[in-house]
């Protein structure tokens, strides 16, 4: 951005006087016409004059050349291929001072302006006898450098091009049909400039055809010149973008001039150490300090910086220069370059093409202290200073699948004035708002990092150390503090600080009845950066348990990129249950790193997140970082969203629901399984160091709410083929924000919820139809369908609305409560059921539409524990004759007496058995399942379900008696 609002305020100063000078000068353009320095030029600056006349524009024929003076002495024009007449001149005792800086055996580097001929030369073709003398890119028979007069040269030019102060002339014009740039003036003798003494006023005349036009320039000190920052204060690792304008540091009018600075001691200066896109171009002899020699090329007081960097500034290398420069004899390291933002601008800047500045400020720069530049005898100073941040939800009520802008203001991490800075998790000095749900296994506790040379090297008796910490406790990012090592590795190793007891008290083992999901959630993008980690592909990411020496792998190779949020394997899960002691994390990257005396730390992050049920006690573990972005360079205000998808039933332990979460992300997804208010309400952190120099934790804290559904039918009655609409109203089912959620009908004849609207996790939604569901059944050996036959579905009207729709026919017939024999609607009433698994008080309700239309709710249970005796999992089977009973007890919280309990018995051979229950008046239940000698072997598992939803969930095995008990 600093390139373009200096340009835009130059073109607000430029365009009305550049639309007069053009109005007076229609076809004269003089490059040292410039109002924001009152016209003035000085030194050895060269001047470029382009005559633009249509009626001289022609290439292919003989035209006569523009009649164009200097201070009335005859300039020569030359035309180019574009049909446009060009010429340089310069003044002649400062061409010659700048020639002389350029040292023998090093021709075009610097300053140089070629080989200088007297103005009696002729055998270029035209002659030049009204100026003091040319100087000619290459060289020529006769010819000098500026330490020496001027002579008669004779011949041609000859060699190579070695002019460095006009490097990018439009080209002769060669055509055959006429002679070269239409004066006949040998081709390799361009870019030739001429050369005058003057002094003060210089008027560059054209006398057209229609009139005179002229511009008057001022040879003299130049006015206007001024060093400025991008701004007044700095945070900690910004960059410092500082503009120079300076009209005489324009030396090359058809280039981006490029000036180098050694900014303490020796204070040195260069002309074109480096390219204008930051190549090397001189070194060596090559490179010449300008510093004794300025006051004889017309600088001033300009010409000469310096700094004092104190404990603010760093110098480093950009787009626009290396670290440093060398010459026959000093190597200079503290360098600054500046580049100009055009060529004949007269604007330098610091940053380049990618908005890198040379000048930058330390990460541990104190808060108000400063740094100086000096640039034209006048200093200025770079201070360094923090801002407060303020943290903000861009609404009071949050549902879900819609999302909500969270906007972070803070101008210390406005690191950049040049683009939108971004707050990334591998960008070791940025701040990340980070939303915790629960209690998520971070690296909060982690230490003993260590690097190791071997894949297959020993953890704890091998290995680099560095420092590491934790400095946010809010995002718990590692930093992982390199500097300034060098060394190779293969794989990193960590202790994290807690137990195979915490660790296993944070999963869900659905081997010990638990339901649901585990993940990882990992950042090791700095690796990848900094660390020369190309590649991924080979990296596994394990824990190391010490006090058995075991490994648990949680992602293999193939698994593991740069970033990742991956499900863990239930087989994993059932691995580290048997462990004990301290939790080590190993990344073994499968390839080489490479730790190259770094200058910058490593954040790292790696957690686990676990979501289900343990019990009756619901399960959601994780932590989301918000990677926001610069609403405009230079801005200082961040921003992203948030949106969170709730559970239902049909969801809480769907893993590609949980697959779809965004936990590292400008645009950050979450999934809540409650309602979340008062104290429990999600509170995005972030911790600032605000102006004072503390740290403060700042934060912006919303609660997430549940809300109870509605359901409604279009119409009180209904004839047989009418359409039946029904909707279901509960922002809780929009799930997508971007798309339209859809709910179907359970299409599966075996499960017990066909023809409900539903899926594994149960039934969202019955149509019953004389208080019987709308079910298909078989009569005689033919089916007759029921609501899955009719393509409902429940489609949401729109993306975010939370209303739902869906219609079918009224049918004539349904089948009976038995299914065995088909009954008339007529006279029925139409019923709906939704199961709404969290209402406005977070509770489990069922909504329906009574006979007089009313709403009725009743509490769905909340999960059981089922229980088995003396906590055995493992029976024997018994002998031939005998029977072994598994006694199967648990209790329902909210049961109504009389209901019954569902219990589904799946044996190892994949058969199914349906089992009925009744509780007591206090929901206690027991029921037995018999075991034959004949009974197979293998896993048994029981699901129970109460009032359509599913409650609980039990595993034993069965063994032979041969095989043993196992404990």
């Not at 633009?52 to 291929?81: F, I, Y």
């Not at 949401?796 to 609607?825: A, D, H, Q, V, W």
């Amino acid at each position: 951005m600093n390139k373009l609002v200096l340009l835009a305020i130059m073109g607000i100063l430029l365009i009305p006087l550049a639309s007069s000078a053009f109005a007076a000068n229609p076809n004269l353009y003089v490059s040292a016409e410039n109002p924001l320095y009152n016209n003035h030029f000085a030194g050895s600056m060269v001047v470029e004059v382009v005559i633009s006349d249509p009626s001289l524009s022609d290439t292919s024929e003989g035209k006569g050349e523009p009649d164009v003076t200097v201070n009335g002495k005859d300039l020569r024009m030359v035309q180019a291929t574009d049909g446009k007449w060009y010429a340089y001149f310069a003044n002649v005792d400062k061409a010659r001072a700048a020639d002389q800086t350029v040292p023998t055996g090093q021709p075009g580097k610097g300053l140089d302006f070629g080989v200088f001929c007297s103005k009696d030369t002729i055998s270029l073709g035209p002659s030049f006898t009204q100026s003091e003398g040319i100087a000619v890119p290459r060289a020529m028979t006769g010819s000098t450098n500026g330490q020496t007069g001027f002579n008669t040269c004779t011949g041609t030019p000859s060699g190579s091009n070695i002019n460095n102060v006009v490097k990018f002339p439009k080209s002769i014009n060669t055509n055959p049909s006429i002679q070269p740039g239409q004066i006949n003036l040998n081709a390799d003798a361009w870019p030739i400039i001429q050369l005058y003494s003057f002094n003060n006023d210089v008027v560059v005349q054209y006398n057209a055809a229609g009139g005179t036009q002229q511009v008057k320039l001022q040879y003299d000190d130049i006015p206007n010149i001024a060093l400025s920052l991008d701004r007044t204060s700095y945070p900690p690792n910004s960059e410092v973008f500082v503009t120079i304008n300076d009209m005489q540091l324009n030396q090359d009018p058809t280039a981006r001039d490029s000036w180098t600075f050694n900014v303490e001691s020796p204070q040195a200066v260069f002309y074109y150490a480096f390219t204008e896109n930051g190549s090397p171009a001189a070194s060596g002899a090559g490179l010449v300090n300008l510093m004794s020699h300025l006051s004889n090329m017309g600088f001033e007081k300009n010409g000469k910086l310096s700094m004092v960097l104190g404990s603010v500034v760093k110098l480093k290398s950009n787009g626009f220069q290396a670290a440093s420069v060398s010459d026959s004899t000093t190597t200079y390291q503290k360098i600054v370059t500046f580049v100009e933002t055009q060529p004949n601008s007269a604007v330098f800047e610091t940053g380049d093409f990618g908005d890198v500045s040379s000048i930058g400020i330390l990460s541990n720069a104190p808060r108000g202290q400063s740094a100086t530049i000096q640039y034209n005898s006048k200093s200025t100073s770079i201070v360094s200073g923090l801002a407060t941040a303020d943290i903000s939800l861009g609404s009071n009520r949050v549902l879900s699948g819609q999302k909500i802008p969270v906007t972070v203001v803070d101008p210390d991490q406005n690191i950049n004035n040049g683009v939108r800075d971004r707050l990334e998790v591998f960008r070791s000095s940025a701040l990340i708002p980070s939303l915790t749900i629960g209690n998520p296994i971070t690296l909060e506790s982690a230490s003993g990092v260590k690097f190791h040379t071997n894949s297959g090297d020993n953890i704890l008796t091998t290995g680099t150390s560095v420092s590491s910490s934790v400095p946010d406790k809010n995002s718990d990012r590692l930093i992982i503090d390199t500097r300034p090592s060098s060394f190779g590795f293969a794989k990193i190793s960590m202790n994290l600080g807690i137990s195979a007891s915490q660790l296993q008290s944070v999963l869900i083992n659905t081997g010990q009845g638990d339901m649901g999901t585990n993940w990882v959630n990992y950042d090791l993008r700095s690796f990848a950066n900094q660390l020369e980690i190309s590649s991924f592909s080979g990296t596994s990411i394990s824990l190391f348990f010490s006090s058995d020496g075991s490994t648990v792998t949680l992602l293999g190779a193939g698994s593991v990129s740069s970033q990742g949020f991956t499900q863990i394997s239930d087989a994993t899960v059932t691995q580290i249950s048997s462990k004990s002691g301290p939790v080590f994390l190993v990344v073994d990257f499968g390839t080489a790193g490479n730790v190259a005396s770094e200058t910058d730390t490593q954040p790292l992050v790696f957690d686990l997140f676990s979501f289900g049920k343990k019990g009756n006690t619901d399960v959601n573990n994780a932590i989301y970082r918000f990677e926001l972005r610069e609403t405009a360079q230079n801005s200082s205000t961040f921003t992203g969203t948030l949106e969170y998808v709730i559970a239902s039933q049909l969801n809480q332990f769907d893993a590609n629901l949980i697959r779809t979460l965004r936990t590292i992300d400008q645009d950050v997804k979450f999934f809540v399984n409650q309602r979340l208010i008062d104290e429990k309400g999600i509170n995005i952190a972030y911790a600032d160091r605000d102006a004072t120099g503390l740290t403060t934790e700042t934060s912006t804290k919303t609660d997430v709410r549940t809300n109870s559904g509605t359901v409604s039918l279009n119409s009180k009655t209904f004839r047989f083929g009418s359409p039946v609409t029904v909707t279901l109203m509960d922002p809780d089912l929009n799930v997508n924000h971007d798309t339209v959620d859809i709910y179907s009908v359970i299409d599966n004849p075996a499960s017990s919820d066909v023809d409900a609207v539903g899926g594994s996790g149960g039934i969202l939604l019955e149509v019953l139809i004389k208080d019987i569901r709308y079910k298909r059944c078989t009569i005689n050996g033919v089916e007759y369908g029921g609501l899955a036959s009719t393509g409902f579905t429940l489609v949401e009207t729109g993306p975010n609305t939370g209303r739902f729709e869906g219609t079918f026919k009224m049918p004539s017939k349904i089948c009976n409560r038995s299914g065995t024999e088909l009954i008339s609607t007529a006279g029925g009433i139409v019923d709906l059921k939704y199961y709404d698994f969290r209402d406005s008080s977070g509770q489990q309700n069922i909504v329906s539409l009574s006979k007089d239309t009313k709403t009725q709710t009743t509490q769905i249970p909340t999960k059981t524990t089922p229980a088995l005796p003396s906590k055995s999992k493992v029976y024997v089977l018994p002998t031939y004759g005998k029977t072994t009973d598994v006694v199967l007890t648990g209790k329902i919280p909210n049961y109504k007496q009389g209901t019954t309990i569902q219990l589904l018995l799946t044996m190892p051979d994949g058969k199914t058995t349906k089992l009925d229950a009744f509780a007591t008046k206090q929901g206690l239940y027991k029921t037995l399942i018999t075991l034959k000698h004949n009974s197979p072997t293998g896993k048994y598992t029981v699901d129970i379900k109460y009032m359509q939803s599913q409650i609980g969930k039990i595993s034993f095995d069965v063994v032979r008696s041969s095989s043993g008990i196992l404990r």
